[in-house]
């Protein structure tokens, strides 16, 4: 079976797309209003090739605001963990496992008024 990946993006985009009270953007549009999410990057590992072929796959988001302080980027981190939560969906290619918010983080830009937040989701594929 083909590598997951592509089928994995779209879906994982749409349903932020739903799940989120701001935008989600694969590309960011010029002119696009805060806050908005990201999808910026992945890295795919070599889960379990014994049983089946797994793979563990990190997609970096990164939730971007203008707001003072941190609370609404943490805020976004809450509808991401709900939009995922029980996410059951059927690839076009391959399926997923598992997929969770592995891990948060906060910080000021350079501009000190942007904040930025990166969610790494750690999402388990099998093909």
């Known amino acids: 079976m083909a590598d997951p990946s592509l089928a994995l993006h779209k879906a994982l985009l749409a349903r932020l ?3 989120c ?5 694969d590309a960011v549009p010029q002119g696009a209003a805060y ?3 990201t999808l910026d990057s992945e890295v795919s590992n070599n889960y379990d090739f014994l049983s089946a072929r797994k793979d563990e796959r990190f997609h970096f ?5 203008e707001s003072r ?13 709900a939009a995922l939560a029980g996410y059951e969906v059927t690839l076009d290619t391959g399926s997923i ?7 948060t983080s906060t910080r000021r830009d350079a501009d000190n008024v942007t904040f930025q937040g990166t969610a ?8």
């Open 69 to 81: 302080g941190q609370e609404e980027i943490k805020r976004i981190f809450t509808q991401i963990d």
């Open 120 to 127: 790494i989701l750690r999402v388990v594929t099998e093909h």
């Open 21 to 25: 009270s701001c935008e989600v953007y």
């Open 97 to 103: 496992v598992s997929i969770l918010v592995d891990s």
């Open 61 to 65: 988001l990164t939730v971007w605001s």
């Open 35 to 37: 806050p908005y999410v």
């Open 17 to 19: 797309q739903d799940g």
